[in-house]
């Protein structure tokens, strides 16, 4: 499975890599929070590839914090709060 790089939309990084070879931006998507969970084991987890937030801890997730995302604007008048 192809990995698309979050940042220059290359689609042609494989599963493995680590970083993108087209702009060298680190594919994987972590939680910035040390002691989430997802950083607990042995090798950190990744969190989702289009993350800005952990949904573990609801701390900011590296892509985040490195420019390469940003929050989704939606615009739903039917939802309520
Ligand atoms: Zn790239
Ligand atoms: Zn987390």
Redesign the pocket.
Known sequence: MNII?A????TN?VENDSY?Q????LLENYCTNLNCILNDGEYPETCGPANCICIWCGCETTHYVSGILKPQKIDNDEMEL
Not at 7 to 10: I, R, T, W
Not at 22 to 25: G, L, Q
């Open positions: 790089c940042k220059c939309g290359v990084n993108c087209n702009c060298s931006t």
